[in-house]
């Protein structure tokens, strides 16, 4: 019977996906579409008698493949590649068949359309052939030990919409590949061992997510990074050194940068100022940069996040007074500002967020407020890595709105760049321009 791949990867991955983003889990734990990560149970029809028949059939390149991929694996202790046996490609387990994606469908002989080895525990490498696998639409190995570099003959799946390598042993450069996938919507390599930069065109592919989280990754977070149109980008518990990117890349909706809900920072040495540039995230709902080392006052821009819903800021440098428009965020339900250097908390804060139980300020320098810092640590704070950025507390920043909204009005960062809802077309402002507003 000839297996069909199920449904593809939703489009929009949820804020909810959050609490289990750092989690070496395989896709169908994350709720990621329980269907595309489901194994063909039962089973499998006998071995074919004769496996030669393969090598001048019609499906010839994938038996070849398929086999090339099984001899590669050196360990299989649950048997998952058992039934791996025969010209019969579309009976192997974890194997999905369908019509050829460049036809109508009808009378068409089926052909690979993906492979579903998650949590097989399989060790071994990732062979070149697997490219031979023309019409490959989803390749999920999450959840194994394989290893190695990732081959660059993936490039040549060019109807290949996604790619889960996590939680394995890859290692090497980032898998610029992956990039000339001219199809791929969804790229997975958590939990491996990649190293070294980041190539700006990862976040000028048109993915849906991005998880590089939990590699060896280093260097300075690409500016591109706004650039992105993914509505989750997972950078955290990696290498990352410098800024965080302020550059600011047609946000507002529909533009690229528009659509982003969830980034993780966290746990990076990532240093300098929180940049005003994130608080016109139009689509922002979980932003973590705690475990850095950022410094100095939080920007007044933080409180145009009006759909921001978990704000961590834990475990910096910060410095100050937190601002009271912070504490204005309706939607949020966890905001962490503990163990860093906040000199004052306002009331209100405490009125507003304390009695909702979703503030943590704890291991702060704020007099007369149980769980703060020891005195000589507060007298000791990084006061001199944080006079770059000194902000003045004052009104609602330009672009928030009443109501937080920041669609009402655009701010130029950069060159020829706008910021907020409306579109760029400030007087005066010619195509390329800079456009400078001053946000008190």
Same mark, same amino acid.
Request: with cysteine.
């Given at each position: ?22 989690? &070496? ?37 994938? =038996?070849? *493949? ?25 009976? =192997? ?5 369908? *019509? ?79 990039? /000339?996938?001219?199809?791929?919507? =969804? ?11 980041? &190539? &700006? ?27 992105? &149109? ?18 600011? =890349?047609?946000? !507002? ?16 040495? /990532? ?21 850095? *080392? ?25 410095? $100050? ?22 000199? @004052? ?8 967020? !304390?009695?909702? $139980? ?9 007099? @007369? ?13 990084? !006061? ?14 330009? !672009?928030?709105? @009443? ?16 910021? $907020? ?10 195509? @390329? ?8």
């Amino acid at each position: 019977m000839t297996r069909r791949r199920p449904p593809p990867f939703p489009a929009r991955v949820a804020a909810a996906v959050f609490l289990l983003l750092l989690n &070496p889990a395989p896709t169908s734990q994350l709720g990621l579409g329980a269907a595309i990560a489901a194994w063909i149970h039962g089973s499998p029809p006998p071995p074919s008698p004769d496996d030669t028949a393969a090598a001048s059939g019609p499906r010839s390149q994938e =038996y070849t *493949a398929l086999q090339a991929l099984k001899a590669a694996v050196t360990e299989d202790p649950k048997g998952a590649l058992a039934s791996w046996q025969g010209a019969n490609v579309c009976a =192997y387990k974890g194997v999905y068949c369908s *019509a050829p994606p460049d036809t109508a469908g009808a009378g068409a002989s089926a052909v690979v359309a993906g492979i579903d080895l998650n949590r097989a525990n399989l060790r071994g490498t990732l062979p070149d052939a697997v490219s031979l696998l023309a019409h490959l639409t989803f390749l999920h190995l999450n959840s194994n030990r394989l290893g190695g570099a990732v081959p660059d003959a993936l490039r040549d799946l060019q109807y290949l919409t996604e790619l889960d390598l996590s939680n394995n042993l890859f290692s090497g450069p980032f898998p610029a590949s992956t990039l /000339l996938i001219p199809s791929l919507v =969804y790229l997975d390599l958590r939990f491996n061992a990649f190293s070294g930069e980041l &190539p &700006p065109e990862v976040f000028a592919k048109d993915l849906d997510a991005v998880f590089l989280n939990n590699n060896q990754f280093e260097g300075q977070i690409p500016d591109t990074l706004w650039a992105s &149109p993914a509505t989750v980008i997972t950078l955290a518990n990696n290498r990352f050194t410098g800024a965080v990117p302020a550059a600011a =890349y047609e946000f !507002g909706a529909g533009g690229a940068g528009g659509r982003v809900r969830e980034v993780l920072f966290l746990n990076n040495n /990532l240093t300098g100022c929180v940049p005003e540039a994130l608080g016109f995230l139009p689509s922002i709902q979980v932003l973590d940069l705690s475990y850095n *080392a950022l410094s100095g006052h939080l920007p007044g821009t933080i409180s145009c996040l009006s759909g921001i819903e978990v704000l961590n800021l834990a475990h910096n440098q910060l410095t $100050g007074e937190l601002p009271d428009l912070l504490c204005d965020l309706r939607r949020i339900i966890n905001l962490s500002v503990s163990f860093n250097f906040f000199s @004052g908390i306002s009331q209100r804060c405490d009125r507003q967020l !304390g009695s909702r $139980g979703v503030f943590d300020f704890v291991g702060n320098c704020v007099p @007369g407020r149980d769980m703060q810092r020891p005195q000589p640590e507060c007298d000791e704070f990084p !006061g001199e890595a944080g006079l770059s950025c000194l902000r003045i507390p004052g009104a609602r920043p330009a !672009g928030c709105g @009443g109501g937080g909204d920041a669609a009402g009005a655009t701010i130029g960062v950069g060159v020829g760049v706008g910021v $907020g809802g409306l579109p760029f077309g400030l007087p005066g402002a010619a195509a @390329g321009g800079v456009v400078t507003v001053t946000v008190p």
